[in-house]
């Protein structure tokens, strides 16, 4: 089993700044892409941002300029740095990873989420 287990959201006035945490466990082989993703009221699930094993990363245009994503493999965890946060950014905020659970066989896993509201 494989668990991803996300941290740090909260309320934040305009501006301000939060980091959210995601660390994987269970039984993992090894970690491909890791990436935030946002779901706001009345609206689709939304990608934030992505990053490879390597490093590469891929954010929204939304976000581009104000939040940082990286990770830290060692500790299989990923992490989200929001600064000058929006009401826009409002959301509730998922982990995602592609993990392998086993020879060959890669699985997608989502946390269970994390509530961010940036008040006005």
């Known amino acids: 089993q494989v668990q991803l287990v996300e941290s740090g959201g909260g309320l934040v006035q305009a501006g301000g700044s939060l980091r959210l945490s995601c660390a994987a466990s269970g039984s993992i082989w090894g970690i491909n892409a890791m990436g935030w993703y946002r779901q706001a009221p009345g609206k689709q699930r939304e990608l934030v941002a992505t990053?490879?094993?390597?490093?590469?990363?891929n954010y929204a245009d939304s976000v581009k300029g104000r939040f940082t994503i990286s990770r830290d493999n060692a500790k299989n965890t990923v992490y989200l740095q929001m600064n000058s946060l929006k009401p826009d950014d409002t959301a509730v905020y998922y982990c995602n990873a592609n993990i392998r659970v086993g020879p060959w066989r890669d699985n997608d896993f989502w946390g269970q989420g994390t509530q961010v509201t940036v008040s006005s």
């Open positions: 990053i490879s094993h390597g490093g590469s990363t």
